[in-house]
């Protein structure tokens, strides 16, 4: 459902071609989302079978192959809704670190120390990159604005981080 979600997102922005999709995607949500190149095509295929979208032309650049462009009907923007409220109401909250968290606990003491320390620089890392991409965001302007996604991304960030440095000093330092 994330990638319909987000194919038909950007098309409500604007009729596209699919690596304009692709790199869009890639833009705005490289480190966050795991959509691979030929899903994209697959949802799309699977958006003009049920009349989501429609091709309403074609472009040519050099020897290159024909690229469709794709408009969104209203059916996919009626879709569009209800498919981001249903998977706002029944998204669980996860993050791609908590199978590792799940087993943190059989790693020995010195590799859980070594968990921690790369995790922290990790997430120091994303924050400086999320921040660079924010303050860019800024200065574009509020069309195609990922001004709450960063923020979002951020504060998660920040949590992160004290939440690893409260493992660093140890058991019952977390408040629990």
Known sequence: MKIEITILGLLMEGNLYGY???KKIFERLEDYVDIKFGSIYYAIKKALEHEWVKKVGTEKDGGNPERYIYQILPAGRKYFKKALKQYYEQCLIHFDIDIVLMFYNT?????REQFIEDRIDIIKEKLAEIRVKSE????AGAEGS???????????LKAELAWLKSLKKGPGADGA
């Not at 790693?107 to 590799?111: A, I, N, R, S």
């Not at 860019?136 to 200065?139: L, M, N, T």
């Not at 990922?146 to 998660?156: A, D, G, R, T």
């Open 107 to 111: 790693l020995p003491g010195d590799q």
């Open 136 to 139: 860019g965001d800024s200065r």
């Open 20 to 22: 304009e999709i692709k």
């Open 146 to 156: 990922q001004e709450h996604l960063f923020s979002y991304i951020e504060n998660h």
